[in-house]
T-cell receptor, first 114, second 112 residues
Framework: GNSVTQMEGPVTLSEEAFLTINCTYT??????LFWYVQYPGEGLQLLLK?????DKGSNKGFEATYRKETTSFHLEKGSVQVSDSAVYFCALGPLMDSSYKLIFGSGTRLLVRP | NAGVTQTPKFRVLKTGQSMTLLCAQD?????MYWYRQDPGMGLRLIHYSVGEGTTAKGEVPDGYNVSRLKKQNFLLGLESAAPSQTSVYFCASSYAGLYEQYFGPGTRLTVT
């Protein structure tokens, strides 16, 4: 089946620290992989995506590489800011059924302290 | 261009009460989705619609009904609320199946 596993949070970092949030997946077929971010009180926003193996998605200083050999899509950022505090969701899809739904991980809360 | 909006933002219900959550999008998207988000779990698909007048069940449809009478609106109904339906509900829309999904801000529902 299809599933996404993320590291449990919360992850607490000081400003300018290096960030890694782990995401691994199981999938049938060759789905795209996504990172969504949810800021406090808001809906999910697409942060970055990768559509095939070895693709790197990047946005706002965040990066993630689609690793088929390790079935991973880890999110990284070299220097986090307080404004990066949010919940981050890894997802795969869309599934090639009639819904084209996304499969989400449980989310990882990031707290960045000044 | 408001994107995806949801009404209401918060609601408290008593067991057995009914309510309707409204999702509206102004992007002329064909596909619309209702997800629920529970602690320690990812978002799970409740129902979805691939176009005006169509609806279909997702992973966790029991206890919910939906309607898509207008292309821009997708309604989620709870006929007889249960405490297990306490959750945050997100609506999403996309231009078509393989396109990016855009999410609303969510509705936090508590059933006591």
């Amino acid at each position: 089946g299809n599933s996404v596993t993320q590291m449990e949070g919360p992850v607490t970092l000081s400003e300018e620290a290096f960030l890694t949030i782990n995401c691994t997946y199981t999938a049938t077929g060759y789905p795209s992989l996504f990172w969504y971010v949810q800021y406090p009180g808001e809906g999910l926003q697409l942060l970055l995506k990768a559509t095939k193996a070895d693709d790197k998605g990047s946005n706002k200083g965040f990066e993630a590489t689609y690793r088929k050999e390790t079935t991973s899509f880890h999110l990284e950022k070299g220097s986090v800011q307080v404004s990066d505090s949010a919940v981050y969701f890894c997802a795969l899809g869309p599934l090639m059924d009639s819904s084209y739904k996304l499969i989400f991980g449980s989310g990882t809360r990031l707290l960045v302290r000044p | 261009n408001a994107g995806v909006t949801q009404t209401p933002k918060f609601r408290v219900l008593k067991t057995g009460q009914s309510m309707t959550l409204l999702c509206a999008q102004d992007m002329n998207h064909e596909y619309m989705y209702w997800y629920r988000q529970d602690p320690g779990m990812g978002l799970r698909l409740i129902h979805y619609s691939v176009g005006e007048g169509t609806t279909a069940k997702g992973e966790v449809p029991d206890g919910y009904n939906v309607s898509r009478l207008k292309k821009q609106n997708f309604l989620l109904g709870l006929e007889s609320a249960a405490p297990s339906q306490t959750s945050v509900y997100f609506c999403a829309s996309s231009y078509a199946g393989l396109y990016e999904q855009y999410f609303g801000p969510g509705t936090r529902l508590t059933v006591t």
